[in-house]
């Protein structure tokens, strides 16, 4: 079998690569020639532990290769981003332009697939476009829905060892779908159909982020309580029916900060909820870079010189280097809005640059730097000492103190 994967990004990527090692030969596709240069080098634009050894085999082996445009195969993927318009709106423009590049190129027994984040009814509404350019087809391809559920970080045993939701336009196109995953899933696959698929993958997301919504309220609380944050949840958690996530800085990254909005979007009287939850989640990053401003207001006033201030971490979660929606990235910003005559140190040991701004070595921004602000719990910053001398503000439980 041959499968094209449109999309090469922190989904698209790993998959094609999981599916090509399991003997499916595949053809990578992304509209970005740098990615398609590296792909077809064996080198990784991302970062994810172990991958790049199986990406130099499966290119080595001949099993995948990745070029700018889809050609024919028998199953398509697609898995490009679905970002926003207006007020939080989707946008399945990508997913539209994904589907016409392999419209022409479909054929009677095709699989085809939406990994993408997706509003309700974005495969019907794909499986409509493909029937009307080429009527001929209808009821002679099979069209699913099939959302990924992975951890950054962990991607090649998740995508393996998962469960995964698979739903279909039909019942033959959910059975043809599962009988694609199944070469390399060892998690159960689990039929439905389409719309609920979809979501499905919406529902996991806004619930994961209400639970981080309360553990971060849960630490604006502690704060103006005077009580650790930390050593409250842990003690809180061993309650037998009790687990309480661990609060940041926010929530970030392209799935629980974005997936809400697509139903409150399609639902906004019902879905008041998960609105507030995003509301809660959204100041959080809002408090942190208060907290910095009045760290920086109090250091001016006991030394009399404006502090340095070290940002640490700008990865919306630890020991990646995926910077999508990250709330450290807002804090940052407007620390730098209010503070634009101090001298600001920023720090992500897992990127090389940033647009145009001057990253510093986390030793020696913790060195150098008068107030340290951690804003992503990446593991080298928890091997730093202790420093009882500087302003440390850690929002992230890095030293959980």
């Not at 994967?5 to 509209?31: M, N």
Request: with cysteine.
């Amino acid at each position: 079998m041959k499968a094209c994967f449109l999309g090469l990004g922190y989904i698209g990527l790993p998959t094609a690569i999981i599916a090509a090692k399991h003997g499916v030969k595949v053809c990578g596709v992304d509209i970005n020639p740098d990615v398609v240069a590296k792909t077809n080098a064996g080198e990784l634009h991302i970062i994810e532990p172990g991958l790049q050894e199986l990406l130099q085999e499966v290119v080595r082996t001949g099993q995948m290769h990745a070029q700018t445009s889809p050609e024919v195969s028998d199953a398509y993927f697609i898995v490009v981003p679905t970002p926003f318009k207006g007020d939080h709106e989707p946008d399945i423009s990508y997913v539209e332009a994904a589907t016409r590049a392999a419209l022409p190129l479909l054929k009677e027994g095709d699989l085809f697939v939406i990994e993408s984040t997706s509003p309700v009814g974005t495969t019907e509404l794909m499986a409509e476009l493909i029937f009307s350019q080429r009527p001929e087809l209808k009821d002679k391809i099979y069209v699913a829905y099939c959302p990924e559920r992975v951890l950054p970080g962990n991607v090649i045993h998740e995508l393996v060892h998962n469960d995964r939701v698979i739903g279909g336009i039909n019942p033959e196109s959910t059975a043809k779908a599962q009988s694609f995953y199944a070469q390399f899933v060892q998690g159960k696959l689990h039929p439905t159909n389409a719309r609920t698929a979809e979501m499905c993958k919406l529902t996991e997301n806004a619930s994961r982020d209400a639970q981080i919504a309360f553990a971060n309220e849960l630490s604006l609380i502690c704060d103006k309580a005077g009580i650790n944050v930390w050593e409250l949840i842990e003690l809180a958690n061993k309650h037998p029916r009790v687990n309480i996530l661990q609060p940041g800085c926010g929530v970030g990254g392209h799935c629980i900060a974005v997936d809400p909005y697509f139903l409150t979007a399609a639902f906004p009287g019902e879905s008041q909820m998960i609105a507030l939850v995003r509301e809660r989640n959204n100041y959080k990053p809002v408090w942190c870079a208060e907290r910095i401003h009045s760290a920086a207001l109090e250091f001016e006033l006991k030394h009399g010189r404006k502090p340095v201030i070290a940002l640490m971490g700008l990865a919306f979660k630890p020991d990646i280097d995926d910077l999508r929606e990250s709330p450290a990235i807002h804090i940052m910003e407007q620390v730098q809005r209010e503070h634009p005559e101090h001298q600001l140190l920023i720090v992500e040991p897992n990127v090389s640059s940033y647009k145009d701004y001057t990253l510093t070595d986390y030793r020696e921004a913790y060195q150098r730097a008068d107030i340290i602000a951690f804003l992503t719990a990446h593991a080298p910053f928890k091997a730093l000492p202790r420093d009882t001398t500087k302003v440390v503000l850690d929002f992230c439980g890095v030293f959980k103190r």
